[in-house]
């Protein structure tokens, strides 16, 4: 979580908790460099991240930007996997990555 924290505040120069969508694929990068769990998940191939990537810009707030702990989390249901949910949300959210799959 430091490497995360630390490259976010990198990229949220305002240090308002948010940053452009634009920006997630250096964020991701970044994580990854540095061996970070959270950037060698959705990099493991272009299909992960893109994938990821319609995910997070689906679940993102009507601003635009995605939020600090919002993407802590996505992302790290993408390490962990949908078991680590309740059994419920594990159904739901295996049939919303199956969406995105699709598209």
């Keep these: 979580l430091v490497s995360y924290q630390k490259r976010w505040a990198e990229l949220d120069t305002t ?3 948010v940053i452009p969508v634009n920006k997630f694929r250096e964020l991701i990068e970044r994580l990854y ?5 959270l950037g060698m998940t959705v990099l493991a191939s272009e299909f ?3 994938a990821v990537r319609m995910e997070v810009i689906a679940n993102k707030p009507k601003g635009g930007e995605l939020v600090f702990c919002d993407l802590a989390i996505t992302l790290g249901l993408h390490v962990v ?4 949910l309740p059994y419920a949300d594990m159904l739901k959210r295996q049939e919303e990555l199956a969406q995105f799959a699709r598209l």
């Design 81 to 84: 996997g949908s078991h680590g």
């Design 15 to 17: 240090n308002k908790g």
């Design 33 to 37: 460099r540095d061996r970070n769990p």
């Design 48 to 50: 992960k991240f893109r």
